[in-house]
């Protein structure tokens, strides 16, 4: 896993990076991620480890999409806690 996707990369010595991401940013992370998984797995063709990288990477692939979908909007947004949208607010 890269530096930047662990937080390493902006964090303080010790510290948790608890930033939080936009879909861009995300976005760039997981597809970082994803070609290191992809490399990983291609190399490990005949490894006992393939398995669980391509399980990863299935996993990764799944939260790009979710990530490409963007913010939820007011029906997605109300849906997702099962209430209907308030029409004035």
Partial sequence: MSQQATGGGNAREGEPDLDLLTYTEAGLRLAEEIAEVRAAVESAVSSPDCDRLRARLADLEAAQQRNARGALD??????FFGHPPESDR
């Fill in 74 to 79: 007011v029906v997605r947004l109300a849906r």
